[in-house]
């Protein structure tokens, strides 16, 4: 060993008196040694560059001759300039009417990626092949940090192995015998704002300022604590307080919908720098730390409480899987994955109502004749409810519901407007316009070969805003049009707000259900009309939240 470092040492001394020797090349050229390692350097970069990421990804890639939009002007930026700049979906609904329904588009780097909309393709990727699409493995570190590694993250056989454990917790009577919880954080969200308004107004007739999308978050948080987890989270009873719900602040915090930073741009192309101590990164650490240990504390107060009560005496979500856990088989959950699940509807359980909902505001402050429609519809079953009632005041599970006057699941669903509503609102501004898959092998879609690793894009905007499905009107908001033959016309994989197939969204009739009633409960006690001048943008992060926040301007409803 000794021998052959001091043979080392001496080849480096030899090539360091060599460096600055001067040689002559072709054409006249002189030059020092040391210029031409340089040279051939950074030749040999540029060439490498310019030959794998421009020649072949540009040119020569196997889905080279799929049609799609050129690239930008500016070097290894592909389309992305084009996506930033415009808002989620924007690009890839002027690209479909252009290039027809598989778009070969490039993200950073000119990495390739396919854009589907053809109902065809959709359906084997989210259906018959569903388990060769799997999460990226950016979106899936991604969601992990924030979701948890539970359903949604999972794949192949333990995403089989979990969803069939799951599916009890969210079948039609599981959704059903749940329902008069569902009412408590929206009555509750209801006295907050009444006691905001009435502190704000100058007059009994004047709409005041609320930023709604923050009491929405609070509310859909504390439904997903009582259906999912049999637990108070309080996050809308002590918003404002020194009692302020942890869980609430963090989620809260890291779905801030601020602007892109120029740090988090440049960090699509060199992904270190995702990783710099920016007062962003930094706030995201401490909400996520403090999700984790709210997370485990939930689990915990639920095995606690499994121990004390009887095991049918709870349905809800958290319940079930402690049951699964104890089961002697030995295929339940362990504790680390009933964090992971808890983490997981925790998130996705909440986040995307409430950004539905303030999504749903927004339209129908737009259109006050559909809200005046809407509020005729559901006030004679929803003014019943008896907000007095005690339940609303303590803790629900111990005081229960007689005497509430808490509307039936099936009464709810009769009510044909509220549920054209909520479908319009799902078709026009869908919670996820676009999500990515990446090919776990070589497949065939649509006699194509599509190699191992691809990127696949799926975008439900763009089949919701299909003018040669849902006519012209496609991109305004008319629930009328599902009375209509188009909307019966529409299949699974045009209408997709949950996504389809294998894949679908496991809580979507609980989404649905808690839609409905907090919607109704507050279109019933409230009317909402737009903020004049207030501008705001829809911007993808998990979800597609308003930025800045929903700010409507609001004012008791008139009794009828």
């Known amino acids: 060993m000794v021998a052959i470092i001091k ?7 030899n090539a360091e008196k060599h ?25 040999g970069t540029i060439t490498y560059a310019v030959s794998n990421y421009i020649v072949y990804r540009l040119y020569l890639h196997p889905l080279a001759k799929i049609p799609g939009p050129p690239v930008d002007w500016i070097p290894f930026l592909g389309n992305m300039r084009t996506i930033i700049r415009e808002e989620a979906g924007v690009p890839h609904k002027k690209w479909t009417k252009k290039y027809g329904g598989m778009v070969l588009y490039h993200g950073p780097w000119n990495i390739p990626r396919l854009l589907i909309s053809d109902t065809d393709v959709l359906k084997d990727v989210l259906m018959a092949q569903h388990y060769d699409f799997t999460k990226t493995p950016e979106g899936a570190r991604l969601l992990g940090r924030i979701l948890g590694h539970g359903l949604l993250v999972s794949e192949g056989e333990v995403h089989r192995r979990q969803r069939k454990m799951l599916n009890p917790a969210f079948s039609l009577q599981a959704i059903r015998d749940l329902t008069p919880i569902l009412f408590v954080p929206p009555v509750q969200l209801c006295e907050k704002w009444m006691d905001e308004v009435k502190t704000k107004q100058t007059t009994d007739d004047e709409a005041v300022e609320i930023i709604v999308s923050h009491g929405l978050s609070l509310a859909t948080l504390d439904e997903i604590g009582l259906a999912g987890f049999g637990q108070e989270f309080n996050a809308v009873r002590y918003d404002g307080t020194d009692k302020v719900s942890k869980l609430g602040w963090a989620y809260q915090t890291i779905f801030d919908p601020k602007g892109p930073s120029i740090t988090g741009m440049l960090g699509l192309f060199i992904p270190m720098l995702r990783n710099l101590p920016t007062q962003r990164n930094r706030e995201l650490k401490t909400a996520l730390k403090v999700l984790d240990r709210e997370s485990r504390e939930v689990v915990q107060r639920g095995i606690e409480r499994a121990g004390i009560k009887s095991e049918a005496s709870e349905n809800h979500l958290l319940a ?3 049951r699964l856990s104890n089961d002697e088989s030995g295929q339940g959950f362990t504790a680390e994955e009933l964090r992971n699940q808890c983490l997981t509807f925790l998130a996705a359980g909440h986040e995307t109502t409430a950004v539905s909902l303030s999504w749903s505001l927004w339209l129908l402050a737009q259109h006050q004749d559909i809200q005046d429609a809407l509020r005729a519809e559901v006030t004679p079953l929803f003014d019943k409810v008896n907000m007095e009632h005690q339940v609303f005041h303590d803790d629900p599970f111990e005081v229960g519901f007689d005497g509430a006057n808490i509307p039936s699941f099936e009464a709810i ?14 078709r026009l501004i869908p919670v996820v316009p676009l999500t990515s898959r990446v090919t776990a092998k070589d497949v065939i879609l649509k ?5 191992k690793n691809t990127y696949i894009a799926l975008s439900p905007i763009v089949n919701h805003h299909n003018k040669e499905l849902w006519g012209e009107d496609a991109e305004e908001f008319r629930p009328g049009r599902w009375d209509e033959e188009a909307a019966a016309k529409a299949g699974p994989y045009d209408y997709l707000p949950f996504l389809a197939g294998g894949r679908q969204c496991i809580g979507y009739r609980f989404a649905l259900i808690e839609l409905k009633i907090i919607l109704a409960i507050l279109i019933t006690k409230f009317h909402f009309f737009e903020k004049p001048e207030f501008v705001l943008k829809k911007r993808q992060m998990l979800t597609l939240r308003p930025s800045p926040n929903m700010t409507l301007l609001v004012k008791p409803a008139r009794s009828p």
């Open 413 to 426: 669903n009769k009510l044909h407007l509220l549920e054209n509503i909520c479908r319009e609102t799902s």
């Open 447 to 451: 006699g194509q070969v599509i190699p």
């Open 320 to 322: 079930l899987m402690i």
């Open 7 to 13: 043979n080392a040492q001496k080849i480096l001394q």
């Open 19 to 43: 460096i600055h020797d001067r040689i002559s090349l072709p054409f006249g050229i002189d030059a020092s040694v040391k210029q031409v390692i340089l040279t051939l350097g950074v030749t």
